[in-house]
């Protein structure tokens, strides 16, 4: 079904995902027919393809297609709301977020702020955590008169918690808008985002939906579509808008020339990877759920360390706090560790967090990993801590 190097162990899914095989070849279909006739295949197929890939993602992702567009990746999605949002800003207003949000985002954040004067609040989440609530608490009470936008991760990227994202949204929308940075949410956790509510939700495909890399969506409330657009603008901006069509939808449907066939195999791969298990998505979730549960364990215990988190924070990936780093800060965000693992055969993700020597050790579990891959890792640590 992949086509992962035999000779690594891929313990990293949640950085970069992997594709199906048969994704791939679908994926390549697309090329070749846009390289066969390169005008036709835009003015006559591609339209119609994308709105066929956005029905098939409003439904795996419970929203009206309305509100759904494509982007090449989750900092599109965040940029274009921070971006869209950021003549609003206003000196002194703050945008919220927490200590466990992804370093991108939060430049993404600091720029916009910055260029209006306002600024960013980082609301510290503990961790080690006992229990969701802890963050709904931490988050509520740093909200004040003025915050301007809430952005919080589904799933965070170093420490892998879910985040009781519902209790948030539904203590501050519809007076302060929420923007649910999902990167790791699809496919890892169910979705049902119109209930959710959230003014923005955006979302990575090429992780846990495992579409090709260039895939992934932007949520927006209906209420919001008007005021969200893309970093970049194109036609759609002056372009007649037909009955029934969205200067939404146009803007970011087409942002300059590119490659949309990740996009159009996003059917394909929620297909692909919905049936390579009995029970379905579900099935392929709770499976994943549980051998990274069981893996955590299992490292927790040859590495001598405690399970940092509860077991309902956990989707499919899981981290564990690691003996501090030795030696001079080697800046950035990764661990010197990393790079040994991968002479080593081994795929995981070490990093600094909070702070360097702090690290912090991701591993995640998809549908082509074992047991025994983990305990390989715990041992090469070990190994390696002497
Ligand atoms: C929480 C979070 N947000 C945003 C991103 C950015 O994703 P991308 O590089 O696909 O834009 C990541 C990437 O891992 C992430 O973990």
Redesign the pocket.
């Known amino acids: 079904m992949w086509s992962l190097s035999p000779g690594m162990h891929h313990l990293n899914h949640?950085?970069f995902g992997a594709v199906p095989v048969e994704v791939q070849a679908r994926q390549s279909e697309w090329r070749s027919r846009w390289e066969a006739n390169t005008t036709s295949f835009v003015a006559k197929e591609l339209t119609p393809a994308v709105e066929v890939a956005r029905e098939a993602l409003a439904e795996f992702v419970g929203a009206d297609a309305a509100g759904l567009v494509f982007v090449r990746?989750?900092?599109?999605g965040?940029a274009s709301v921070v971006r869209s949002l950021e003549p609003e800003l206003q000196p002194d207003d703050e945008i919220v977020t927490t200590s466990h949000?992804?370093n991108?985002?939060r430049q993404t954040l600091q720029y916009s702020a910055a260029k209006r004067d306002a600024s960013v609040r980082v609301v510290d989440v503990p961790f080690p955590i006992e229990e969701p609530s802890q963050v709904v608490a931490a988050v509520l009470e740093q909200v004040t008169a003025r915050t301007k936008l809430v952005v919080i991760?589904h799933?965070?990227?170093s420490t892998g918690l879910i985040f009781p994202i519902s209790e948030i949204v539904a203590a501050l929308e519809p007076d302060i808008p929420v923007l649910i940075?999902g990167?790791?949410g699809p496919g890892q956790v169910p979705l049902r985002l119109e209930e959710l509510g959230a003014s923005w939700y955006t979302g990575?495909l090429?992780?846990w939906v495992c579409s090709p890399k260039g895939a992934?969506f932007l949520h927006t409330r209906q209420d919001r579509r008007e005021m969200t657009v893309p970093t970049v603008i194109s036609h759609a901006w002056n372009a007649p808008m037909a009955e029934g069509s969205s200067r939404y939808q146009g803007l970011f449907d087409w942002t300059g020339t590119d490659d949309m066939s990740p996009w159009l195999v996003v059917p394909e791969s929620i297909g692909a990877v919905g049936a390579a298990h009995p029970g379905g998505w579900p099935g392929v979730m709770s499976r994943n759920h549980d051998l990274v549960v069981e893996a955590r364990g299992l490292l927790a215990d040859i590495l001598d360390v405690e399970e940092p988190a509860p077991e309902e924070m956990i989707g499919s990936m899981a981290a564990l706090p690691l003996p501090d780093g030795t030696g001079q800060d080697p800046g950035g965000l990764l661990s010197p560790l990393n790079s040994e693992l991968l002479d080593r055969g081994l795929e995981a993700l070490v990093m600094i967090w909070p702070s360097w020597p702090g690290q912090i050790l991701r591993v995640s579990a998809h549908l082509y990993n074992e047991i025994g891959e983990y305990r390989k890792l715990g041992e090469t640590l070990s190994d390696l801590a002497g």
């Open positions: 949640g950085s990746n989750a900092s599109q965040v949000d992804y991108a985002v991760d799933v965070t990227s940075d990167a790791h990575n090429h992780k992934a």
